[in-house]
């Protein structure tokens, strides 16, 4: 629900998508609620709970969010804040950290994004969720695990990346991580992303080199028992 995350995801994309090594990559989105308090039934625009919520002015907050659109649109995204139904976010938690088990965990924060700030979707219904889970390539049946009979494990590692963002010092997002030594705090342009993932992958590269064998060959046999 933070329309910075969305923008940072788009920048950090784009200078992956550039890097040289990107096949190496792996990416790992954590759940971090920045108000747990709003209600999973929506009470109010997402105006109003900005004024409410920030103590500014309906003036300043149509300003704030012109310019958030303005930035979103240079990254290639399209915000509708007049749309945005503001709920409560824990069970659209609960279905990235469900995604995560099934390693589509990009594919469904991507879905979630796009419903929030661009198709104006309730993300605390779970009707709207199914479909959305289903639309980014998950098992409906599945799907229901996130919600019901295991919710609470999904709960429990949503607590727990909220409670490791804390741990290392995170009061806000969007926040990267890289290879446990270095982060970037802000949806800031990829240039920023390039330069931080071409160090920290230069210097984990230089600690884990690629271990390459002088073989001799002879007669063996595979896993899949062919032998020769």
């Known amino acids: 629900m933070c329309p910075f995350c969305y923008i940072g995801k788009r920048n950090f994309e784009t200078a992956l998508e550039q890097f040289a090594d990107k096949e190496s990559i792996e990416v790992e989105w954590k759940s971090f609620q920045l108000d747990?308090?709003?209600?999973?039934?929506?009470?109010?625009?997402?105006?109003?709970?900005?004024?409410?919520?920030?103590?500014?002015?309906?003036?300043q907050v149509k300003?704030?969010?012109?310019?958030?659109?303005?930035?979103?649109?240079?990254?290639?995204?399209?915000?509708?804040?007049?749309?945005?139904?503001?709920?409560?976010?824990?069970?659209?938690?609960?279905?990235?950290?469900?995604?995560?088990?099934?390693?589509?965990?990009?594919?469904?924060?991507?879905?979630?994004?796009?419903a929030f700030f661009t198709e104006g979707k309730n993300i605390a219904d779970l009707v709207?969720?199914?479909?959305?889970?289903?639309?980014?390539?998950?098992?409906?049946?599945?799907?229901?695990?996130?919600?019901?009979?295991?919710?609470?494990?999904?709960?429990?590692?949503?607590?727990?990346?909220?409670?490791?963002a804390q741990n290392i010092g995170v009061r806000g997002v969007p926040f990267f991580v890289f290879d446990r030594k270095y982060a970037i705090s802000g949806a800031q342009p990829p240039q920023a992303f390039a330069k931080t993932l071409a160090k920290s992958f230069t210097e984990w590269k230089a600690q884990n080199p690629e271990v390459k064998l002088e073989i001799t060959e002879g007669q063996s046999c595979d896993i899949d028992g062919n032998c020769e």
């Open 36 to 59: 747990p308090t709003i209600s999973e039934t929506a009470t109010e625009s997402h105006d109003e709970y900005l004024v409410k919520r920030k103590g500014m002015s309906l003036e």
């Open 128 to 164: 709207v969720l199914t479909r959305l889970g289903k639309e980014a390539g998950l098992d409906e049946n599945e799907l229901q695990h996130a919600f019901t009979d295991e919710q609470y494990k999904y709960k429990y590692r949503m607590a727990q990346d909220i409670q490791e």
């Open 63 to 114: 300003g704030m969010l012109e310019n958030v659109t303005e930035m979103a649109k240079q990254a290639g995204l399209e915000y509708h804040f007049e749309q945005s139904v503001v709920v409560n976010s824990q069970k659209a938690h609960q279905l990235i950290q469900f995604a995560k088990t099934k390693n589509m965990g990009d594919e469904i924060e991507e879905r979630l994004f796009k």
